[in-house]
DNA sequence: GCCAACGTTGGC
DNA sequence: GCCAACGTTGGC
């Protein structure tokens, strides 16, 4: 198998649902309920070992939280088929399913989160789509020089391969 | 709680 | 295929 260079992506998610903290203690989940298409594309795009920035949303302050890492291939959302989940998908078939995911586990938590008014302020950090005005995406991929930084302003001990 | 920015749905 | 209505995300 040819090594391919990683990826490197951020994921939201509201804390109140599924926190950092929720990730380090389970050390590995799978990422449930993704309902946008370019969202879903992207972790169809996502390989093995791929690094993801955490991002906290909908809370105060929104901002990144640590480190995860993909820990496998992208495979059907088990909870569009499941009648009594949040995120059943009545319109997706079997044979065909409409939704994926990844599982995605624990890396490191960062000693404090990194507000997004910080993350904005940053010259270094311009471009990156979350910085960005109105950026719903709940998936995105984040280049490398941004990612590298926003370890760096975290004090992170992860190192980019 | 408000609302801007989008994505989705469905009538035509 | 257009687009109005509606729903959701997510910062503030």
Same mark, same amino acid.
């Not at 040819?2 to 203690?25: F, N, Q």
């Not at 909908?58 to 499941?82: H, I, L, M, N, W």
């Given at each position: 198998?040819?090594?391919?260079?990683?990826?490197?992506?951020?994921?939201?998610?509201?804390?109140?649902?599924?926190?950092?903290?929720?990730?380090?203690?389970?050390?590995?989940?799978?990422?449930?309920?993704?309902?946008?298409?370019?969202?879903?594309?992207?972790?169809?795009?996502?390989?093995?070992?791929?690094?993801?920035?955490?991002?906290?949303?909908?809370?105060?302050?929104?901002?990144?939280?640590? +480190?995860?890492? $993909?820990?496998?291939? @992208?495979?059907?959302? *088990?909870? #569009?088929?499941?009648?009594?989940? /949040?995120?059943?998908?009545?319109?997706?078939?079997?044979?065909?399913?409409?939704?994926?995911?990844?599982? +995605?586990?624990? $890396?490191?938590?960062? @000693?404090?989160?990194? *507000?997004? #008014?910080?993350?904005?302020?940053? /010259?270094?950090?311009?471009?990156?789509?979350?910085?960005?005005?109105?950026?719903?995406?709940?998936?995105?991929?984040?280049?490398?020089?941004?990612?590298?930084?926003?370890?760096?302003?975290?004090?992170?001990?992860?190192?980019?391969?």
């Amino acid at each position: 198998m040819p090594k391919r260079p990683k990826k490197l992506w951020l994921m939201k998610s509201e804390p109140s649902t599924y926190s950092i903290e929720d990730l380090a203690r389970d050390r590995q989940e799978p990422w449930e309920g993704v309902r946008n298409y370019q969202a879903r594309n992207y972790m169809r795009e996502m390989s093995k070992g791929d690094l993801i920035i955490f991002y906290h949303s909908s809370t105060t302050p929104p901002g990144a939280a640590g +480190v995860a890492r $993909v820990s496998c291939e @992208a495979y059907p959302d *088990p909870t #569009q088929f499941d009648e009594k989940s /949040p995120y059943f998908d009545p319109k997706s078939k079997k044979e065909d399913p409409r939704w994926s995911l990844v599982d +995605v586990e624990f $890396v490191e938590k960062f @000693a404090q989160l990194i *507000p997004l #008014q910080t993350l904005k302020d940053d /010259p270094a950090l311009k471009g990156m789509l979350v910085t960005q005005k109105g950026s719903r995406l709940s998936v995105q991929p984040v280049e490398q020089k941004h990612f590298q930084r926003v370890l760096k302003m975290a004090g992170a001990t992860t190192k980019l391969a």
